[in-house]
């Protein structure tokens, strides 16, 4: 059996990886997209400090999806972004997603999450934005915790961004 496809094939062994104009709907949606384009998580990955170490396609997806710039899907281990994507910020978010998803938690992680979601208002964010995701699930802490600015500030206001990068260091390393 072969280790792995080509450097930057958009072809893997292991699960079906689509091609450029596959044409899909999203469960709940009306709407049919088509990928314009893809590319290799661990190609893109370097430019945000992240390393990638599994064949995991990023597709960038023609058409508007309502409520979603992008995300990452851990049952086909893929990205998608769509056209509506207005920033560097989403496709980073979402690539802490591809390294941290399967990575279990420590303990110490899980009750820094639940101490942040006590802790932290909108009174934290300088905004005024009270950025509400990271209090979704354990996944979205640590991906708002790496790559939002506002999140990022609310944790240092409230003394806790120092524990945050302790906590998930073993993630990145």
Known sequence: MK???????????????????????????????????????????????????????????????????????????AVYVFENNTDETTLAHELVHVVEYHIPPTPQLVSLWERVKQVISESSFSSGFFAFNF???????IAEGKTRPAFVEALKKEGLYDEFLKETNYIFE
């Open 3 to 77: 280790n792995g496809p080509p450097e930057g094939s958009l072809t893997e062994y292991a699960r079906e990886i689509f091609p450029v104009g596959h044409v899909f709907t999203i469960t709940g949606e009306e709407t049919t997209y088509t990928i314009e384009k893809g590319e290799m998580a661990s190609e893109v990955a370097s430019q945000f400090g992240l390393k990638i170490n599994r064949v995991v396609p990023i597709y960038w997806i023609k058409g508007m999806s309502p409520g979603r710039q992008g995300g990452y899907h851990p049952e086909t281990d």
């Open 135 to 141: 209090m979704r699930n354990i996944h979205e802490f």
